[in-house]
């Protein structure tokens, strides 16, 4: 089992590439790693969808299940998030409840589908303020390489994208299944881009070497139309003013990129 | 029980359903060094906000395998009273507080000298005791005034404060009905000595032009937090100088020299 | 050369004291070439450096430093204790006793208990371990009697006064032995329970009014009242510059 810190020597290297504006594995700062798409790979799941950044490799599963919706919102259905960072993916995870980490990854991944309201949540309700659909978006992560965000982000929206319900009538306040599918409901398509600041320069897409050199990560999620629907700041470290705006233009470019790769226009 | 949404938030006249004005903070008082047994600590009230915040530190780190080689692990809990809400809330951590731990903990770090006092731990609390939207922000701007009160060194007090957009207008400082109705909310922290921005999050959806428009906004408001931090350290000493100098008649003071 | 506050004006971490040319004493430090205060406390300054008297810090272990300390743990080789530090002690039986250690023979407990003070001397430190204490010289080892205080450690100077002036009038009138850490600790041992109050009272008063001057003189003015002497109109020793 080897140790995942890359030595110090190796990380001086890559910040002092950084800083030329090069990146160890020859990418430009604002190049994506190769990504890989395949989905409904999970008969089982009503959705699924795995996702390969480079070596980082993420399986996400969406169910549907009848349940309440939430008190301020009788007529909607319900989404939820969760994430599990599997003790395979990393010899740094470990098995047990979540924590801060997977539960970060959740809440940043579920804040761009919830905020550009992605799912036509009002098309699933049953009856109003007693039963509604509820779809669970369940993220996998199998091999961690570094931008956990961007990789789950994609695989959730993919695996949304190819969420099917079964078709269904209401008669006295019961569900009565029809035949055949129709697609999850959907309207907006958010797409995370997450860049790592390294000696005073943004990098996108850092891979784990990179992570490990940072000195913070800024997430933003921009939805079809350009506007940014998420935020999140993560790691020890600090962005100016100057560099935060750089970002936001950044990320809507890449997101028009990134988006073709999963919904067919 | 749930609140009723009032008919509208702003009216005509851009003024907000609290009175304010759009780029108008609510009232913020805050107190330093308030608990006996912390080694530092702050109290704030913002608007219907009252948050307490302490510091534990540097101390001896359980369990030791947390300890890092190299410098102070920073541990910091956000948690919200079961009071602190219109629906009671259990007591147990919920995942927003395990993330707002997390990230409040990232905002207060790069302000902290933690190279210093290396394995051990500086342990911070921040406890809600009422809430009305931007809680984080609040916790963050008390709890580094907490760090300050404890005399950790630090490179910069950490100041907080939101900006958002609330029925098409952008506005400061939303309070909880704000956020929940608003179209966007973005909470911020700043360090304004190194122009660094250590927090930063935002739920809702802007284009380029607002966002832009919002980080300044809340920037501002950052700026003026920071300026009622200051006063708000020198009001602890400075009254008790100024209650000493008094009873002694004496005017002078005199060159001292520590450790 | 340019200093942004005056001296003895209070300033807050991260204000901006001066530029360039000078030294960045304690609790400051230089960013591009820009002197900052680290911590709340009093601006001052010199011809070289600018420095800041912290209000509150905490005792920091330096090597040779005298310190009092309190008993957590009893080990196989020697005892946990704390010094008021971010870091807890060590002291070996081999630094408490004189000859080699015995680990059947010896009872370690009854050399030092849990909870047990003691006046001790830092002998090693540094950032990879936690500081090593002695109580092999002379004037150290467990606290039998009297009362133990705690105080700022930034006030300790000031308690002991320039080559020791304010902790001698203190003793001399009180009558009491009073040993004093490093760490913030003053050990107060007197002949009655009243001396010993009245030396606490001394030093409490010192603590509260460090940054005043002819603080030498009230507090012996202070310590004759309470003996019931007469007051005396005698002009104490140049304080001007305390140590």
């Known amino acids: ?265 | 029980m749930s609140q009723k949404k009032p008919e509208k938030l702003i009216d005509e006249n851009d003024i907000r359903q609290d009175g304010r004005k759009l780029n108008e903070m609510r009232q913020v008082k805050i107190e330093v060094g308030i608990l006996g047994n912390a080694d530092g600590s702050a109290y704030i009230e913002q608007g219907k906000n009252k948050i307490l915040a302490a510091v534990y530190g540097p101390r001896e780190i359980h369990p030791k395998h947390q300890a890092l080689p190299d410098r102070a692990a920073l541990r910091c809990r956000y948690h919200m009273a079961p009071f602190s809400v219109q629906e009671r809330k259990s007591p147990a951590p919920s995942r927003r507080e395990l993330e707002l731990s997390k990230v409040i903990r990232e905002s207060l770090e790069p302000s902290i000298f933690t190279e210093y006092y290396p394995r051990t731990a500086i342990d911070l609390f921040i406890e809600v005791l009422q809430a009305d939207g931007g809680t984080r922000c609040a916790g963050i701007t008390a709890a580094s005034l907490a760090l300050a009160d404890a005399g950790i060194p630090m490179r910069d007090l950490v100041s907080a404060c939101s900006a958002g957009k609330v029925e098409g207008r952008l506005a400061l400082d939303l309070n909880d009905m704000e956020d929940k109705a608003g179209e966007a909310d973005l909470p911020l922290a700043y360090m304004p000595n190194l122009n660094a921005v250590t927090l930063l999050q935002m739920d809702g959806m802007l284009t380029g032009e607002e966002f832009e428009q919002v980080v300044n906004m809340a920037l501002e408001g950052c700026k003026q937090i920071n300026q009622l931090q200051k006063e708000a350290l020198r009001a602890k000493y400075v009254v008790a100088k100024e209650a000493e100098a008094e009873k002694e008649g004496e005017v002078e003071e005199e060159e001292e020299e520590a450790e | ?243």
């Open chain 1, 1 to 265: 089992m080897s140790s995942i810190m890359a030595a110090k020597v190796r990380q001086k290297r890559i910040a002092q590439l950084i800083a030329r504006g090069k990146r160890l594995d020859g990418r430009e700062p604002t190049d994506y790693r190769e990504i890989q798409i395949e989905s409904g790979l999970i008969e089982r799941a009503e959705g699924s969808a795995r996702v390969r950044l480079g070596k980082t490799e993420v399986l996400v599963g969406t169910k549907i299940e009848v349940g309440e919706p939430f008190l301020d919102t009788p007529n909607e259905g319900v989404l939820t998030v969760n994430a599990e960072l599997v003790p395979l993916a990393s010899p740094t995870f470990e098995p047990g409840p979540p924590d801060e980490n997977s539960i970060e990854l959740a809440r940043v991944v579920d804040r761009g589908i919830r905020e550009s309201k992605a799912i036509v949540l009002e098309d699933l309700c049953v009856e109003p303020g007693k039963k509604v659909f509820v779809v669970f978006i369940d993220v996998y992560v199998l091999n961690h390489d570094g931008n956990l965000i961007d990789t789950s982000a994609l695989a959730a929206l993919a695996a949304l994208v190819n969420t099917k319900m079964f078709n269904y009538e209401v008669k006295e306040g019961e569900i009565k299944i029809k035949p055949g599918y129709k697609p999850l409901p959907m309207r907006n398509y958010p797409i995370a881009v997450t860049f790592a600041k390294i000696n005073d320069k943004l990098i996108v897409d850092p891979w784990l070497e990179e992570e490990q050199v940072m000195d913070a990560r800024l997430t933003m999620a921009v939805e079809k139309d350009g506007k940014i629907c998420a935020i999140q700041k993560g790691g020890y470290g600090y962005f100016t003013a100057q560099q935060i705006f750089e970002a936001s233009k950044i990320a809507q470019q890449k997101t028009v990129e990134l988006r073709k790769l999963v919904v067919k226009e």
């Open chain 3, 1 to 243: 050369m340019p200093v942004f506050y005056e001296r003895r004006q209070l300033v807050t971490p991260g204000d901006l004291l001066a530029e360039n040319e000078y030294i960045n004493g304690e609790n400051t430090f230089r960013e591009n070439g820009k002197i900052y205060a680290t911590r709340v406390g009093l601006f001052n300054f010199d011809d070289k450096r600018v420095y800041v008297v912290a209000l509150k810090s905490f005792y920091i272990p330096m090597v040779g430093d005298t310190v009092i300390g309190k008993v957590l743990e009893v080990t196989l080789g020697g005892w946990v204790v704390d010094i008021r530090a971010p870091y807890v002690a060590m002291l070996r039986a081999s630094d408490a006793l004189e000859r080699p250690v015995r680990p059947q023979k010896d009872d370690l407990p009854s050399l030092f208990d849990v909870g047990d003070m003691m006046i001790a001397k830092i002998v090693a430190y540094d950032r990879t371990r936690d500081p090593l204490l002695t109580v092999l010289e002379r004037g150290l080892g467990k606290v039998t009697r009297g009362q133990v205080i705690e105080i700022t450690p930034t006030k300790i100077p000031r308690v002991i006064g320039k080559k020791g002036s304010m902790i001698t009038v203190i003793k001399e009138k009180t009558d009491c032995q009073i040993t004093i850490g490093q760490n913030g600790r003053i050990i107060i041992s007197g002949k009655s329970p009243e001396d010993e109050r009245l030396a606490i009272m001394a030093i409490r008063k010192v603590e509260q009014e460090a940054h005043t001057t002819g603080l030498t003189d009230r507090v012996t003015e202070m310590l004759r009242k309470e003996k019931g002497e007469k007051p005396r109109k005698e002009v104490a020793e140049n304080v001007s510059k305390e140590t």
